[in-house]
C-alpha cells in the first residue's frame, strides 16, 4: 500500500493535475482549515466512514493505492473551511451515535435519550446550508481545468448536494410557509390602499425600483412600489444579462464604480446562485481590430485587484490556438491570442421579481399595472389599469426609478427643470443554443465591445450604444441595428451566423445624465436628485447599473431615512437563494429554493406536471406557481416575464389556447378573458420586441 504523503497532495492541489469527467477523486475532507490528522489515520477513517464524491455518499472498504483529495478549499475564507470542517465532523458525529443506537436496540437496551442524533442532524443541515455550488465550480476553476469541465459537473450533478435528511427538512418548512402564505400575490388591490398614507412611494417596478422597494421594506419603511405595467416590463428585461464590473469603463477611469460592481457581483454569486452564475469570457484580439493586447492584459490585471477577494478565478492569457479551443467557431484568420476572464451572467427579469417578491415579503406593498397620473398637496394619482379606478396614496418622499421616462414623471408631477436624462438603445440578437458556457467579449475596430453569450435556451448577441430619445415605450431595434449586429458577427466568428439564424431580438433603453460625449463614456454609476413636489420631495434616480441595484438601493434609503448600521440585504439571500442546491434539477435553475413550490403544484394536480408546450421546457405547475405566488397579472406577464425563454414565448395557437385555459382557470384578477384578445396582446408586444428583425428578411 502506498504511503499518503501531505506534500503529495499540496503538489497535486498547485499542479493542477485534474481529473477527466467520469473520474472520481475522494479524500478526506477534514483536511482543512485548523484541523490536520496523520496519513495513518486519513486513510483509516476514510476506509471506515466514506467519503463524499460529486454529491453521493461513497463507502470505501478496501483500497489498493492512497486516494486523497487536494486542499481544495485553502483559497476560501476562513468561515468556509469552518463550514466545511463542521458539516464533516457532525457528520460522522451522527453516525456514531447511529450506530451506537442500533447496538443498544440489538441488545434490546434502552437507547440514552440524550438528543445526540437530533443536534447532529441540526448541526449537519447549518453546515450544509453553508455550502454553494461555488465551492464545486471554483475547486475546479482555481485548479484550471478548462471552462467545459466546470459545466460538465454542474449539468451532470456531480457537486456537492443537500443530504435526504436535510432535503426533507427543508421541504417540510417549505410546505409550512406556504400553508401560511398569501394566496393574493405579489400584486396588492389598489383600491384597499386608497388614502393611506406611506413612508415611501418608489414609482418604477424595474431592477433599481424594485432594490429601492426591497432595501426599504427591510428597514421597516413602509413603502408601496408601483409600476404602470408588469415588474420588469421595461428595459429591466430587455439587457445584456451581465452581471459584471464592467471592463471598458476602466479607459475611462470609473474605478470606483468598477470595484462597486464587482464586489456586488460577488455577493450575487452567493444570495442568488439559481439567478446568477459565474461565466468565463474570452476576449480576442486580431491584427486588424480589437484592441492592444498588452492594454487588455493591465486591465484584466487591474479588475482582478479591484475585484479583491473574489471566488473567480484572475485572467490569463491564451494562445491562438487555446483561444479557438474554448470559444468554438471564433475566427482565426489574424487571431493574435486572447485573454480568458471570468464575470457572471444573470437572467435579468427573474433577478428584478426575485427584488419584487423580497420587498413584498418584507413588508411593501406592490402596485402593477397602475399609472402615476399626477399629485397634489393631498397625494399622489394614480389609476388602476384594470378597473379604471383612481387611488390617492400619501407619502412624504418619492422616488422616482422609471429609468429612461424619469423627465415625463418629472412633467406630471409638475417639476420645472431642464430634463436630467438622455436615452441610448442597446439592441441584442438571439441565436440558436451553442455548446458550452464560455462567453466572447470583443472590441471591434470601431471601438464598440461585442458580446456573445451562451445561455441555455439561447445565444444573446450585442449590444449597440446609440443614443436614442424614446418618446413613448420600449420598442426593438431598428434594421440598421440588426445590420450592424450581423457584421460585428461577421469579423468575430467563422463561419459567421446568417440572417435566418436569428431567433428573437429585443432593445433596451439605458438612462444617463444629459451632456455631451459619447454615451460609452459616460459614467453610468448613479446618483439622486432631490426636488420639492407639493406632497414632499421627489427622488429621481438617474443612471444605474443592473450588477450594482443592491449597494445603490442601501445608499438612497439611508441618505433618506438616515441609519445606523449595515444594510440587513447585505447578507439575506433573495428568494430562491437559500435552501439546498439541487444543481441537477432544471427546476432549480428557473426557481432555486423555491422549488418546492412548483413540485407541490405537481402533487396537487398530476396534470401540471405535464409540459405546457413541446416546444418550451416549461412545465404546467410552472404557470400555475407564475400567477399564485410570482406576481404574475395577465397573460403576457405570465408567458414573457415569468416563464422566462430567451426565444421569447411560443407563439403556436394550440399551445397557448392550453395555456389560456389554464391561466382562466388559476389567474386572481378579471383580465384577459377572451382568448383572441389575449393571444392578439402577446403577439402585439413580442411583434415590438422583436422590432425590424422581419423587416430586414430575418424568418
Known sequence: MHEVRPEHTAHTAQAGTAQRIGES??????????????????????????????????????????????????????????AEVLYEQQRVERAEARRSARRLEADDLPVPADGLTDRAEAASAAAEREHTILLAQVEQLQRRVEPRFVVRRRHDGSVAVASCAVRAAAKKVERTRRRRHDRSGLRSDPRELDRTNHDLVVVGAGIQGAAIAREAAERGIAVVLIDSRDVAAGTSSRSSRLVHGGLRYLKHGHYGLVREALHERERLLRSCPHLVRPLPMVMPF????????????????????????????????????????????????GLR??????????????????????????????????AVVGGGGDGLYLVDNLTGSTVVLRA?????????????????????????????????????????????????PDGRIQFVIPHRDGTLCGTTDVDDELPGDETGPPAADVDYLLEALRFLMAPAPQREDVRFAYAGWRSLPTGAGPSGAKNREAFVVAEGIPLGTLHTIVGGKLTTHRSFAERVIAAIFPTDGPSPTRMRPLPGGEGPREV???????????????????????????????????????????LRHDGAVTFADSMLRRLVHSQGPCLEKSCLRNAHTLFLRERRWTVDFDFDAAIAALRQEVAVMRGEVDAVGVS
Open 286 to 333: 486580431f491584427r486588424d481590430g480589437g484592441g492592444s493586447p498588452l492594454a487588455m492584459r493591465l486591465g484584466t490585471w487591474l479588475y482582478g485587484r479591484l475585484a479583491g477577494r473574489s471566488t473567480l478565478p484572475r485572467a490569463r492569457r491564451l494562445s491562438a490556438h487555446d483561444a479557438a479551443a474554448a470559444f468554438p467557431g471564433l475566427r482565426t484568420e
Open 396 to 444: 412624504h418622499h418619492v422616488v422616482n426609478a422609471t429609468g429612461p421616462r424619469a423627465d415625463d414623471l418629472r412633467r406630471a408631477m409638475r417639476v420645472a427643470g431642464e430634463p436630467l436624462v438622455h436615452t441610448t438603445r442597446g439592441s441584442h440578437l438571439v441565436l440558436p443554443p451553442r455548446s458550452g458556457e464560455t462567453a466572447l467579449a470583443a472590441f471591434l
Open 337 to 370: 491570442e486572447a485573454i480568458l476572464f471570468f464575470d457572471a451572467a444573470t437572467q435579468d427579469a427573474r433577478l428584478t421579481v426575485a427584488n419584487a417578491l423580497a420587498a413584498k415579503k418584507a413588508g411593501a406593498h406592490v402596485l402593477t399595472h397602475c
Open 584 to 626: 441537477t434539477d432544471e427546476l432549480w435553475w428557473r426557481h432555486g429554493g423555491r422549488v418546492s413550490l412548483v413540485r407541490d403544484l405537481c402533487d396537487e394536480d398530476t396534470t401540471w406536471r405535464e409540459r405546457l408546450c413541446p416546444h418550451r421546457p416549461f412545465l404546467a405547475a410552472e404557470l400555475v406557481h407564475a
Open 25 to 82: 477523486v475522494v479524500g478526506d475532507p477534514l483536511q482543512c482549515g485548523e484541523v490536520h490528522s496523520g496519513p495513518a489515520e486519513q486513510v483509516r477513517r476514510g476506509r471506515e466512514l466514506g467519503h463524499r464524491v460529486g454529491g453521493r455518499q461513497v463507502e470505501h472498504t478496501t483500497t489498493s493505492r492512497a486516494q486523497v483529495l487536494p486542499h481544495h478549499l485553502d483559497h476560501l475564507p476562513l468561515r468556509r473551511r469552518r
